[in-house]
Antibody
Framework: QITLKESGPTLVKPTQTLTLTCTFS??????????VVWIRQPPGKAPEWLSL???????RYSPSLKSRLTIIKDTSKNQVVLTMTDMDPVDTATYYC???????????????WGQGILVTVSS | DIQMTQSPSSLSASVGDRVTITCRAS??????LNWYQQKPGKAPKLLMY???SLHSGVPSRFSGSGSGTDFTLTISSLQPEDFATYYC?????????FGQGTKVDIK
């Protein structure tokens, strides 16, 4: 059974750096084809894809946020960490991590999600 | 970036109704299209992948079709647990953009 859970601060100040941790079980990020993504969803809006890390440590970032994002994995701890610098109130959102099924295929999808963590950016 | 546009943005329907939601991509994406259902306060749940494949455990009243730029999600007979927001998501690129959502509520 695959589970994921996000952890980190729920309130950050403008200009601060956000660090979120996704702790998962039921799969290994050392297994070929596996990926973990970060997706955020501002209140009342659609989900927005942020970043992806593959089993082989290949990484992808949203072009609009690339300069602010860093994703790393700790395979031994079954964790993926996302950092986002220079936080702004517009970054207020629920942040989700999810298991990405499909490797490098275009037939990929997000089949297991964490519960999400609401991060508010406010002074 | 590939833009995904859903219509309608919201609809009201009754239990037992047939409901169709449309998703249009800004460029051709073959059949690289997924559908998710989201209920308030919950994470999205995968319903369909590759445009027309039903994810494990999803009721057969859900179906998907389309290829290229135009796709549909159909609920053949709406059930009380289906009132939710539905999102399409393209998997043509690694930047898997989502549509803006279609909220299905009770008439």
């Amino acid at each position: 059974q695959i589970t994921l859970k996000e952890s980190g601060p729920t309130l950050v100040k403008p200009t601060q750096t956000l660090t979120l941790t996704c702790t998962f079980s039921g799969f290994s990020l050392s297994t070929s084809g596996v990926g973990v993504v970060w997706i955020r969803q501002p209140p009342g809006k659609a989900p927005e894809w942020l970043s992806l890390i593959y089993w082989n440590d290949d990484k992808r970032y949203s072009p609009s946020l690339k300069s602010r994002l860093t994703i790393i994995k700790d395979t031994s701890k079954n964790q993926v960490v996302l950092t986002m610098t220079d936080m702004d109130p517009v970054d207020t959102a629920t942040y989700y991590c999810a298991h990405r099924h499909g490797g490098y295929s275009n037939y990929y999808y997000f089949d297991h999600w964490g519960q999400g963590i609401l991060v508010t950016v406010s002074s | 970036d590939i833009q995904m546009t859903q219509s309608p943005s919201s609809l009201s329907a009754s239990v037992g109704d047939r409901v169709t939601i449309t998703c249009r991509a800004s460029e051709t994406i073959s059949s690289y299209l997924n559908w998710y259902q989201q209920k308030p306060g919950k994470a999205p749940k995968l319903l369909m992948y590759a445009a027309s494949s039903l994810h494990s455990g999803v009721p057969s009243r859900f179906s998907g079709s389309g290829s290229g730029t135009d796709f549909t999600l159909t609920i053949s007979s709406l059930q009380p647990e289906d009132f939710a927001t539905y999102y399409c998501q393209q998997s043509y690129s690694s930047l898997g953009t989502f549509g803006q959502g279609t909220k299905v509520d009770i008439k």
